[in-house]
């Protein structure tokens, strides 16, 4: 059984910047890490992901501006986003798959993760 719980989402302004949190808790084996997002009427975006090693992956609208990171003592997975813009807006969940390491955070790939949060949602304005 994996659950996990976001928290960290809030309104800010365009340039901004925010940090969320994944307190993830699950038995047995390491498991993937993410952050999707979704905005309403889009497809749900991959935005980082990191391996149960720490090795980090980011969506192209992630890179340069977000930063993943694992604490692997306390399962819990944090996304630092800096100079946040309007089209960052969404809900953004953690999402957990089995196994050391994620795959690649192309379009679609949300169907490979198996467990999700319930999101929390960042408005910028």
């Known amino acids: 059984h994996v659950q996990l719980v976001e928290s960290g989402g809030g309104s800010v302004q365009a340039g901004g910047s925010l940090r969320l949190s994944c307190a993830a808790s699950y038995t047995g084996d390491p498991h993937c890490l993410a952050w999707f997002r979704q905005a309403p009427g889009k497809e749900r975006e991959g935005v980082a992901s990191?391996?149960?090693?720490?090795?980090?992956r980011y969506g192209d609208s992630a890179l340069g501006r977000f930063t993943a990171s694992r604490d692997s003592t306390t399962n819990t997975l944090y996304l630092q986003m800096t100079n946040l813009q309007p089209e960052d807006t969404g809900m953004y969940y953690c999402?957990?798959?089995?196994?050391?390491?994620?795959?690649?955070?192309?379009?679609?790939?949300?169907?490979?993760?198996?467990?999700w949060g319930q999101g929390t949602q960042v408005t910028v304005s």
């Open positions: 999402a957990a798959r089995g196994g050391m390491y994620c795959p690649e955070l192309s379009r679609g790939n949300a169907v490979l993760f198996d467990y």
């Open positions: 990191t391996d149960s090693d720490g090795h980090q």
